[in-house]
């Protein structure tokens, strides 16, 4: 049956593709996302206060209403600035 021999080896085609080319480049690509993220400078962007962005028609139903769920002082600005500056 050519049929049958045709589709096994395709089958063992891709199979060799997955393990020899696409598992070594998602590999290769975390590891140079991991080294990046390692050898660079992390400075927080200048806060600048667009009305936009911090509207708040209900206060968040946590805390003091003003903070997000997942609030990081160093990263996210409130809406009068970074809280340690």
Known sequence: DSQGEGEEGSARTWK????????PSVGVSMLNRFLK??????????????????IRSNPLPW????HTLFHNSHVNPLPTGYEDE
Do not use: C, M, Q, S
């Open 63 to 66: 805390g003091d209403g003003n």
């Open 16 to 23: 060799a593709l997955t393990y020899f080319v696409a598992l």
């Open 37 to 54: 993220l390692h050898h660079r400078e992390h400075k927080r962007p200048e806060f600048i206060a667009y009305p936009h962005l911090h």
